[in-house]
């Protein structure tokens, strides 16, 4: 495969109380210097689901490079409207980010499938449906040799030190599963704290902080952050920027890197 870029973003909660605006416009400036192969952004768009919120959150995803992948979050449900919220929970992403809330982008080196995790019936946590799962398997196992695929959703898979916040339902099952899928990343948000873990499969679970909130939690209390990715035949190499308040943007602060599990032709199933 040729070596590919992904910008991972998160947690924007546009026009939220604690959002920094002038951070969105500066990761637009840097998105298009970086020229990522493909641009994700996992959830929490908005911070109350209003439609203002949702406007100015599809005017920034307008300027920022193409391809682009977006699952909702659970922010991205509205919080104080019942009806909606438990019998249309995912209609306003619908009209103004996506009518895709389960989004697949693939290329001749790619294959990353994003899983909305945010559901009506809680104001916290998330989970995956068999269905979802049943259909990333199928994805998945028709990956081409050498594609490197990645698994998008919102909600965390570990625990955020110091915080209340669970994790996804099912969280070691389904990274067990992943794994057991020759899953080269996972790609998440929601905790407001970044991390990098490396399970014992090889499977490598990325964890964004906020982009533009000041709500960083943990060790990224106050810190805004992104990972950009790089990814070849062999290796996978990740890169946190954090946003330097003096230099006013973000600079490369850590980089790790991991070398990629050998594709295996396996049977890929659910459970």
Known sequence: MSHKVILHLSDTHFFGWAMR???AERIVEEAHALAPDLVVVSGDLTQRAFHRQFLAARQWLDALPRPLLVVPGNHDIPLLNLWERLRRPLDRYRRYISEETDPVYEDE????????SARGTTTENGWL???????????VQGRRPGQATAIVVHHHFLPVPGSLQRPIRGAADLLRTFDRWGVD????????????HRTEGGLL????????STR???NDRGRNNYFVIHVDEGHLEVTRWQYDAEARAFAPVLTEAFPRRVF???????G
Do not use: M, N, W
Request: proline residues 4%; glycine residues 14%; positive net charge.
């Open 21 to 23: 605006p002038g951070l």
């Open 109 to 116: 080196g790619l294959l990353v499938v994003g899983l909305c």
């Open 129 to 139: 449906d068999p269905a979802q799962l049943a259909r990333a398997a199928r994805l």
């Open 185 to 196: 990343l996972v790609l998440t948000g929601h905790s407001h704290r970044a991390y990098v």
């Open 205 to 212: 679970l990325l964890q964004a902080g906020t982009a533009t």
């Open 216 to 218: 960083g939690k943990g």
């Open 264 to 270: 295996q032709e396996v049977e890929v199933a659910v």
